[in-house]
């Protein structure tokens, strides 16, 4: 029984990017397998890193390296940023981006679902990128000194993250040096407990622009002789730093699970500290110290040394730095137990090298993945322990092959992870497996929706491939829990794909087929819905069955309304829809006095699911029948005065005599040329189809000269003639029964059956309307060419079957598609209720409808777990060739003394860089006198600042500057180079008033000095001049000369 104290932080998720592995799950693999990712380079890649010969030959360079690769690739577009945006921001902070964001979607989260406060905590290795942009000769000149500070210094990287991917809570950029990405988890740890914030993200990187180089060993340095990591061991020679980035997601433990987190560890407890100056140099470290660290972290999570089986040490391999770190940890575990070799200590540099401000995350994800599996990896090259270091006689074992981590007695496994800085800032975590959660109780519904978005066609078909794949691999996995990760676990964008499921092995077959049930589309923009409510016909035996058992909303709404109603009927109309074993259910069920009745209840119950799930109708549009369920939604009646009135008009319209009606594909001015006797239009449903009503005798006459003309008809299953004149005595005493009740205005718009228009509120308060609309044609056509004339509107059928949707389709030139999406199936469809509803739900998604996903599902007991991650689109960027000049002698520069400068400012072979506004200040005008100041020169050279600004080529003369992704700081860049181009005087408020290449140019132009005037202009200009000098001395007239001269000299 695991005791929690309620300062506990679970770990929800977590991602990396660590030497030969892209990903957590290769991590682990490769710490299982004892893999070591330390590469030796050849001499063609050595010079082709720009390390000289006479370097890498010498007999004490190392060829050794721990990379990462395609550190050059990145997504711009996904986080919102122009080519050249990206071309000047240091990898190391891209891929903390890129990384932040897949640890949040392992976690099943996206900021944009979750309403708790999100912070980060993190650091970052110095930017030798940042080196190689100063390099670039005209790189400053171009896009400003502070845009490349800003895309380059440490200080930025956690606040980068909060920015774009709008997290709220505190953003601290941490800097510790080694020790850097563990103490921002304590940071993070800390402000979770203090209620900063609800979750968080923390972790580090590390990663030089050049990665494929050695270095040159010397004797006592930290730096491996032979590139080989060795912790603990008699041959350890030092260490190898290497490149990668980790990010871990934390939460409150309770809040994790509440909220149904997967939690794969659990912090109970971290410290940091400092060793003062209780060492003997500045970069040696201190027993003193990491023994107090370690001591203060086990008191706050409250629990005993002896209780804890496994160290992911600090574990450089020098031979210094491996004894006083096991001192230190022996001195703090033997106040508690004299037991020998009862606790594994590795170290995962022996893996993966040093990777300096990422080093101490990495240990912990190792520590965390050891604790969710219960396998402890081993720690590779430990042959003979350090002479200094008596592990015989220690609470510790070099654990040097995988095994099994056993389920101790009386507690739960529990490790340590300790990272310590070069500087003395030391940090350590203890963790404990995470506690055990009892399966959710409860039968798990019949189908799932599972729902994809991604940016870009290629990408949305990369994430369903990928989803494919994994499910293949894990088909014990939970099929709600995948739907609901996917719902509230990712952010909805453009591209979407939709398909219901009632099964892991459906859901990739579907994905491996993409077959006709699985929608995608380009959700251009957000839609509105219009409700479609078809007319009788359209119900059969066995309706709704299946919603009724799975839909609460929908099972109370169809209780209330068979309940009322049953009295008057005679009749329970559920027991009659699912009475599939009695022969004559189904000719009952056809009978109008049911039959109208049975719709309304289905469609008034499917809108009310509807409306639970905050899918509510901009407007409305039935047939027949459908008009009351419309009216009934807008308020005209009550639904007691509802049910009251379809039960009524059903039953006299039953009571009229039998007729017939047929569907002819003629428009509506050809059909009346043909009618005779009792024949009447009854429902112009589509350009090209009228329904024609009448008795059997006529109709059938109708029909034989139709087909001998070669016009298609056909029979309508109705046993009565609707909307004709052998509805004329049910008028009279409908009107009364409405006349009865109480109408009030619609609130909510919908199309009239009688005049094909929107419906007027006097029209539906007058109790004749709705005696007349039982005998007037229903202008189906017109109102359907209405609510297709807005193209912001979505249709979708609520009722029986697809007949509405299909008469959507026949609607001539504005036949859109979809035409209309039906919600409850068609008999003859195979799918179920609920999975067809979930599918047509989908595909409501994919075409831009805001669907609450909560809402849909408020009783679904699920988790969320790690799926696939967004299938980023990346691209190259970077600047130049990527062979750095600095790096020929071998040696990595140790810090970006360039970005941390003191000077106010910067040489270019363009003028000063003012290092305060990142703005190259022009050494002299003259430029500006060889320009194209025509029209169309001006229109080019605008272009071409824009095209060098933004990285892209072409832009178009009337591309919104924001919509490229400009910003101010962009924009200042923008209107300094056009004003030192041109010597003019143009404001920054000139770029916000017309931000488009045309309209910049024009206000340039405006701004150039005038050009000279006409002749007649400048004889009235001399004749003007004369008139003033008139009467004037020489003397005057010669001063006014020579002051002329100056203010020409001036504007020249």
């Known amino acids: 029984m695991q005791e929690m104290n309620g300062t506990e932080i679970a770990v929800v998720g977590m991602n990396c990017r660590f030497p030969g592995a892209s990903n957590v799950e290769a991590f682990w693999s490769n710490l299982v397998e004892g893999t070591e990712s330390i590469v030796f380079f050849s001499d063609e890649e050595l010079e082709q890193a720009g390390v000289k010969k006479d370097v890498y030959k010498r007999p004490n360079y190392v060829r050794a390296g721990s990379i990462i690769e395609d550190t050059d690739q990145f997504d711009a577009t996904f986080f919102g940023m122009t080519p050249r945006e990206a071309e000047i921001l240091d990898p190391q902070q891209r891929l903390f981006l890129e990384k932040g964001w897949e640890a949040l979607e392992l976690a099943g989260y996206t900021p944009e679902k979750y ?8 650091g970052v290795f110095s930017s030798s990128y940042l080196f190689h942009l100063y390099s670039e000769p005209g790189l400053v000149d171009s896009v400003g000194e502070l845009a490349i500070r800003h895309g380059n210094e440490k200080d930025y990287l956690a606040t980068r993250m909060s920015y774009k991917l709008n997290l709220k809570g505190p953003s601290v950029s941490v800097q510790t040096s080694c020790s850097t990405s563990l103490v921002a988890v304590h940071f993070a740890v800390q402000s979770l407990l203090g209620g900063e914030c609800d979750m968080a993200l923390a972790g580090g990187v590390s990663i030089v622009a050049q990665q494929k180089t050695g270095y040159l060993h010397q004797e006592g340095d930290v730096l491996a002789s032979d ?206 497996e995470s506690p055990a959660v009892k399966a959710a109780a409860g039968v798990a ?60 092995a459906e859901a990739a077959e579907q994905l491996k087929q993409r077959s006709g049930k699985l929608h995608a589309r380009h959700a251009a923009a957000p839609k509105r819905l219009g409700f479609l409510f078809p007319g009788q016909g359209s119900q059969y035996i066995g309706m709704v069955r299946g919603l009724y058992e799975s839909e609460p909303v929908f099972r109370e709404a169809v209780d209330t309304c068979c309940e009322r109603l049953q009295p008057r009927l005679g009749l329970d109309l559920r027991t009659l829809w699912w009475n599939e074993q009695d022969a004559d259910a189904a000719s009952r069920l056809q009978e109008t006095s049911v039959a109208q009745p049975s719709l309304f209840i289905v469609q008034y119950a499917m809108a009310k699911q509807l409306e639970a799930w905050g899918l509510t109708p901009a407007c409305m549009l039935g047939h027949s029948i459908g008009e009351y369920t419309a009216a009934c939604l807008a308020g005209v009646f009550t639904l007691e005065d509802a049910l009251e009135l ?18 002819v594909h003629l428009p509506e001015s050809k059909t009346r040329e043909h009618l005779f006797g009792s024949l009447s239009v009854a429902a112009v449903n589509a350009p090209e189809i009228t329904v024609v009503a009448g008795n059997k005798e006529d109709m059938e006459r109708l029909r034989d000269e139709l087909r001998q003309e070669g016009i298609e008809a056909y029979l309508l299953h ?64 017109e109102g359907a060419s209405a609510l297709m004339s807005d193209p912001g509107l979505l249709l979708v059928e609520i009722g029986p079957g697809h007949v509405l949707s299909g008469l959507m389709s026949q609607q001539g030139p504005q036949t859109r598609t979809p035409s209309a999406v039906p919600l409850i199936r068609h008999p003859k469809d195979r799918q179920e209720d609920r999975g067809f509803l979930l599918q047509a739900l989908g595909r409501l998604w994919c075409e831009g409808v805001a669907v609450k996903w909560s809402d849909v599902h408020p009783d679904r007991i699920a988790r969320r ?40 400012s910067y040489p270019t072979d363009k003028g000063e860089v003012d290092s305060a506004t990142g703005v190259t200040e022009p050494s002299a005008p003259a430029a500006a006198a060889a320009l194209d100041k025509s029209p ?27 919509t490229l992704g400009g910003n101010s700081m962009l924009a200042i860049q923008l209107m300094t180079r056009i004003r030192n181009a041109y010597d003019i005087e143009l404001q920054l408020e000139n770029m916000f008033d017309e931000p488009t290449i045309r309209g910049l140019a024009r206000q340039v132009i405006e701004a150039l000095p005038d050009a000279k005037g006409s002749p007649e202009e400048e004889a009235a200009e001399l004749e003007a001049l004369l008139k003033e000098l008139e009467g004037q001395s020489l003397d005057d007239i010669q001063r006014e000369l020579d002051k002329l001269k100056e203010e020409g000299v001036k504007q020249s």
């Open 115 to 122: 309403s708790g406060r999100i912070g980060v905590f993190a």
């Open 227 to 432: 590139g080989h990591c060795r912790p603990f061991d008699a041959k350890a020679s030092g260490t190898i730093f290497g490149n990668g980035v980790g990010v871990v997601v934390l939460k409150r433990l309770e809040d994790a699970l509440q909220e149904g987190d997967t939690v794969y560890a659990v912090i109970k407890g971290s410290a940091i500290n400092n060793d003062g100056s209780d060492k003997v140099s500045f970069t040696a470290p201190s027993v003193n110290g990491q023994a107090e660290v370690i001591l203060d972290a086990q008191a706050m999570a409250d629990v005993l040394p002896s209780t804890i089986g496994m160290i992911e040490a600090h574990g450089t391999g020098t031979p210094l730095g491996d004894p006083i770190e096991i001192a230190a940890l022996s001195r703090v575990f033997r106040m508690d137990t004299e037991q020998k070799g009862f606790c594994a200590i590795g170290s995962v540099k022996s893996n993966i090298g040093h990777l300096g401000a990422a080093s101490g995350v990495a240990g912990l994800i190792k520590t965390v993945l050891s604790l969710h599996h219960g396998v402890i990896p081993p720690s590779l090259h430990f042959e003979q322990p350090n002479p200094n270091i008596d592990f015989a006689q220690s609470p510790f074992v070099v654990n040097t092959k995988a095994r099994t981590w056993e389920q101790p007695e009386g507690f739960p496994r529990r490790a340590g992870v300790s990272s310590f800085g070069m500087g003395g800032t030391n940090a350590h975590v203890v963790l404990e």
């Open 445 to 504: 519904p019949a189908a799932e929706l599972l729902v994809l978005s991604a940016l870009s066609e290629d990408a949305l078909e990369q994430a369903a491939d990928q989803l494919q794949q994994h499910l293949e691999q894990h088909p014990d996995l939970s099929l709600a829990d995948v739907a609901f990760t996917l719902q509230e676990g990712r952010k909805e964008f453009p591209y979407r794909m939709a398909f219901s499921a009632g099964s892991m």
């Open 646 to 663: 379809v039960a009524e008009r059903g039953r006299l319209m039953q009571s009229m005599p039998p007729g017939v009606m047929m569907s």
């Open 718 to 781: 109705t046993s009565h003639a609707f909307h004709s004149s052998m509805m004329d005595p049910v008028i009279e005493p409908f009107t009364a029964t409405v006349s009865r009740i109480t109408l009030h205005a619609p609130q909510i718009p919908y199309i009239s059956n009688v005049t094909g228009s929107w419906i007027q509120p006097e029209q539906v308060m007058d109790p004749g309307y709705w005696g007349e609309h039982v005998r007037q044609s229903v202008r189906f056509a």
């Open 865 to 904: 777990i790690a799926l696939p991650t967004y299938p980023f689109q990346r691209k190259r960027y970077w600047i130049g060739q990527g062979s750095l000049s600095f790096l020929q002698s071998g040696q990595e520069v140790a810090s970006a003394t360039a970005a941390d400068s003191s000077a106010s």
């Open 936 to 962: 169309e020169g001006v229109l080019e050279e605008v272009r071409g600042i824009w095209e060098d600004l933004f990285g892209i080529s072409p832009i178009g003369l009337d591309d919104d500057f924001f």
